[in-house]
């Protein structure tokens, strides 16, 4: 099982950003996805999860400002981040849950498989 994000970056404040995660997981379009950040000296965050009916879920402090998507062609989710913020700034991760035809969550313990993580730095 491998998740590899992509697409983070240095942006200034309000901009937009698209991030990527290629997903080498078996079943992957009944699989939920998610994303995750972590700041300096914060816990995780969860910020969307979608299921395998393209279901989606998200932490309050992006909803209205981030969309999850999935390409199952691709075997790909996206999280695409608008009017970005210098609190945005953190590493974000890509997650899947292991077994197939669950309902999205934001709880972190949920997902077997993470990614390496991608840095997105937002500047004032």
């Known amino acids: 099982v491998q998740l590899e994000e992509s697409g983070g970056g240095l942006v200034q404040h309000g901009a937009s950003l698209r991030l990527s995660c290629k997903a080498s997981i078996s079943s992957f379009s009944s699989k939920v996805l998610g994303w995750f950040r972590q700041a300096p000296g914060k816990d995780r965050e969860f910020l969307a999860s979608i299921d395998w009916r393209d279901v989606s879920r998200y932490g309050w402090t992006v909803e209205g400002r981030f969309a999850i998507s999935r390409d199952n062609a691709k075997n790909t989710v996206y999280l695409q981040m608008n009017s970005l913020k210098s609190e945005d700034t953190a590493v974000y991760y890509c997650?899947?849950?292991?077994?197939?035809?669950?309902?999205?969550?934001?709880?972190?313990?949920?997902?077997?498989?993470w990614g390496r993580g991608t840095q997105v730095t937002v500047s004032s």
């Open positions: 997650a899947a849950r292991s077994l197939k035809y669950l309902g999205p969550s934001d709880d972190s313990a949920d997902y077997a498989s």
